[in-house]
């Protein structure tokens, strides 16, 4: 037996080196063990190596996901919107103005897009002819108070040389004509206040306002941005039947507008009814109530009026 530490050969019977006296069965014992540091070293690189061989095959997935987010999102939030702000610009320049004005209307606040939108509007009421539906202008109308105000489209009544005479689409609104049971003109009338103040403001930028004319209703006297049709205007303009009709939007029948089974409503006229208890307004029917209801009912629509200048 060969000792470790002289490297003399011994006899096997002995337990010690007859050289150096170093224990043979031990020193050979532990030589023959690995090392404890070599072998915990060795546990460990396996693991490590299955690991280095799993993230090389990872690795390149990982990337490919990676990349394709990211030309995802480039395209969601900069590179569309981009495309479709070039093609809002195209239809301007070629005047087609109603498919500019949904591109832009789409965009949202992208760039100046709202601008772009509302320059739209002016060129569509400018060409526009007795009988359009044309938009402008926004307001609660799907009842779904989460994605914002929806587009007001109004019908064109009259065309002057630089005015137009709109009223909305469909009822947009429920209201009394005035909050309670009195005596009570168009003048001084609630429903007159609030479609001057809160409506305004509410469904115009201070751009659109700037196009809403003041206007003196003949047979009131008064100064309004926003008003009511009258007896007089909702016959010779609209007529009967169904020209006089109005849908009542989600919103205001959530609101408590009564709707027949095609989702026509009452809706108010500025015009007093049999007395100033009472104002006259349009049935569902398309007739036109001319005693009118109690200037606190609260089951009618509402239908704003404008004039909307067009230079």
Not at 93 to 119: C, H
């Amino acid at each position: 037996m060969k000792c470790s530490h002289c490297g003399k050969e011994n006899q096997e019977q002995f337990a010690y080196c007859v050289y150096c006296g170093t224990e043979l069965e031990k020193v050979n014992a532990l030589s023959d063990q690995p090392d404890d540091h070599q072998q915990s070293a060795q546990e460990y690189a396996e693991p490590k190596k299955k690991h280095s061989k799993r993230n090389k095959i990872l690795l390149p997935i990982f990337l490919v996901f990676g990349i394709s987010a990211l030309l995802i999102v480039t395209w969601i939030f900069v590179i569309s919107p981009w495309v479709q702000y070039r093609s809002g610009i195209e239809k301007m320049e070629q005047a087609e103005y109603d498919r500019a004005f949904q591109i832009f209307s789409d965009l949202g606040e992208y760039k100046d897009s709202r601008d772009k939108r509302e320059q739209c509007e002016v060129e569509i009421c400018r060409n526009a002819v007795i009988g359009d539906e044309i938009p402008f202008g926004s307001y609660e109308q799907d009842n779904n108070l989460d994605n914002g105000s929806e587009t007001i489209f109004w019908k064109v009544l009259s065309v002057e040389e630089d005015r137009i005479l709109v009223v909305s689409c469909h009822a947009l609104e429920r209201s009394a004509y005035h909050e309670s049971y009195m005596e009570v003109t168009w003048a001084s009338c609630m429903l007159r206040s609030w479609l001057n103040q809160v409506f305004l403001k509410t469904a115009f930028t201070e751009t659109e306002r700037e196009h809403i004319m003041v206007s003196t209703l003949p047979d009131t006297g008064t100064d309004d941005q926003i008003f009511l049709l009258s007896l007089d205007e909702a016959a010779t303009l609209l007529g009967e039947g169904a020209r006089v009709q109005a849908e009542a939007s989600d919103f205001a029948i959530a609101q408590g507008v009564p709707v027949n089974e095609d989702h026509y409503c009452w809706w108010w006229l500025r015009t007093a009814g049999r007395s100033n208890y009472y104002a006259v307004n349009v049935v569902s029917e398309g007739g036109i109530n001319q005693d009118g209801d109690g200037v606190d009912d609260t089951r009618n629509g509402v239908r704003p009026a404008m004039w909307i200048m067009v230079p």
